[in-house]
């Protein structure tokens, strides 16, 4: 069942460029909440070592498959932390990344954050992605 979501913008503040201000999820909506995913194929494996934008793909790819595995689509995402080790990676790569986004997700863009962060846990990894969702 697709939710329809309420999304925030705080009269006269600019319109924001692929995230929301605030996502209202509807009274009764199942949460999923999805730890912070990396790289990792199956066999948890990292995928594109050196390679942010091939990370964030899998890490997003991922986020999704956990989303999917719960019974929702890309369209329930109500927010999403993206954790990066190099803010200067993700805003170099960031028409790539935006090409990714509507490829896996379309054109729905939850609450987001974006926190450039000193290391992850595993050693190689450039990017992890955190998320909640609401199913209906």
């Known amino acids: 069942e697709t939710l329809t979501f309420e999304f925030i913008q705080p009269e006269g503040w600019e319109t924001p460029s692929g995230y929301s201000n605030g996502v209202v999820v509807p009274a009764g909506a199942k949460l999923v909440f999805v730890a912070g995913q990396i790289a990792w194929d199956a066999d948890q494996v990292l995928v594109g070592k050196g390679d942010f934008a091939a990370q964030f793909r899998q890490a997003l790819s991922n986020v999704l498959a956990v989303v999917e595995?719960?019974?929702?689509?890309?369209?329930?995402?109500?927010?999403?932390?993206?954790?990066v080790k190099d803010k200067r990676a993700y805003l170099a790569d960031a028409k790539?990344?935006?090409?990714?986004?509507?490829?896996?997700?379309?054109?729905?863009?939850p609450a987001m954050a974006l926190v450039e962060v000193a290391d992850l846990l595993e050693k190689d990894a450039l990017v992890e992605i955190q998320a909640i969702a609401a199913l209906g």
């Open 69 to 83: 595995a719960a019974g929702g689509e890309p369209a329930h995402l109500a927010s999403l932390t993206v954790f």
């Open 96 to 109: 790539t990344l935006g090409t990714i986004w509507r490829e896996l997700v379309g054109r729905h863009y």
